[in-house]
């Protein structure tokens, strides 16, 4: 079963802008791991954020969590053609590293 | 960076027929693997937690005797897909953890059975 969900589904943005995705969760979590995945290949990992910590920055790209809210946002900033994706959101909700994965967000950028 | 390889990248079968697809983590060792299904446009589904030297965990709604899922040792996990139908046409994506909270995945599996 599905943690939570992702907004925007889509998004198309310009080369250059900056791009926001959500993520909500419902459960209690150890930490949040952001993932990208391009079409049809595997994931990459990008970030992970403990419970205990509110925002990460890893190059261009900045996590915030909000554990009362049970959200998360990943901004990228001065986004490229090559960060095209889909973007998820996974919870380890403890035990065994379990994942477990949110919607995602289908990102677009054009040139 | 641990690597974590999938083989095949790609298998089309017949109905009705089993297809077995291995997960193997090449430079550490895992006691716990991850077996998820995507379909297209999808998000990763968690179809089971595969623990060496023990049964399978299957989450709900997953059919354990449809997908049989063997760890045999530390650096390898198989998914069989037994008696494969047109609706088990998926993505299988495996992951393999270390000591740390992160998970590796695998460049996943697509299968089409026709």
């Known amino acids: 079963s599905q943690q939570g969900e992702e907004d925007p589904q889509a998004l198309s943005i310009q080369e250059g802008e900056n791009a926001t995705m959500n993520c909500s969760y419902k459960?209690?979590?150890?930490?949040l791991q952001w993932y990208r995945q391009n079409s049809g290949r595997g994931l990459v990992h990008l970030i992970l954020?403990?419970?205990?910590?509110r925002e990460k920055h890893s190059g261009r790209l900045r996590v915030t969590l909000d554990t009362s809210k049970k959200s998360s946002s990943l901004l990228i900033t001065a986004s490229r053609a090559a960060d095209t994706a889909s973007y998820f959101c996974?919870?380890?909700?403890?035990?065994?590293?379990?994942?477990?994965f949110g919607a995602g967000t289908r990102l677009a950028v054009h040139p | 960076g641990a690597v974590v390889s999938q083989h095949p990248s790609w298998v089309i079968c017949k109905s009705g027929t089993s297809v077995k697809i291995e997960c193997r983590s090449l430079?550490?060792?895992?006691?716990?693997m991850f077996w998820y299904r995507q379909f297209p446009k999808q998000s990763l589904m968690l179809m089971a937690t595969?623990?060496?030297?023990?049964?399978?965990?299957?989450e709900q709604g997953v059919e354990k005797d449809k997908f049989l899922i063997n760890h045999a040792s530390l650096t390898l996990s198989t998914l069989t897909v037994t008696s494969a139908h047109p609706e088990d046409s998926s993505f299988y994506i495996c992951?393999?953890?270390?000591?740390?909270?992160?998970?590796?995945f695998g460049p996943g599996t697509r299968l089409t059975v026709t």
């Open positions: 992951s393999a953890g270390d000591k740390s909270y992160e998970q590796y």
């Open positions: 459960t209690s979590i150890n930490n």
């Open positions: 954020i403990r419970s205990n910590e």
């Open positions: 996974a919870t380890d909700t403890g035990g065994y590293n379990k994942l477990i």
């Open positions: 430079d550490f060792q895992a006691t716990t």
């Open positions: 595969s623990n060496e030297g023990s049964k399978a965990t299957y």
